[in-house]
């Protein structure tokens, strides 16, 4: 919690964060793209981010996203 400083909040986060070895913290979209190129078609995808219309495109996307993740994509039914 002390790495994420003034953006920490208690409960669910609005945004993802990664913390990187160097103590380096990435967020919302910026997070997830060292992961991207792991995903299908995205290599592709990382070549179309370094548009900067496409970028602001995709942190739209990704901030609306962030925001409703549950409408989007369901809840996770908790196990007792």
Excluded: C, D
Aim: hydrophobic residues 40%; without cysteine; proline residues 10%.
């Amino acid at each position: 919690m002390k790495v994420l400083g003034h953006n920490y909040r208690p409960g669910r986060p609005e945004m993802a964060f990664l913390i990187r070895p160097s103590g380096e913290v990435l967020q919302g979209l910026e997070a997830f793209r060292p992961f991207i190129p792991n995903l299908p078609g995205g290599t592709l995808l990382l070549r179309g981010l370094r548009f900067p219309f496409t970028n602001q495109l995709a942190e739209r996307a990704y901030r609306t996203i962030a925001r409703h993740p549950y409408r989007w994509f369901g809840e996770v039914k908790s196990v007792k």
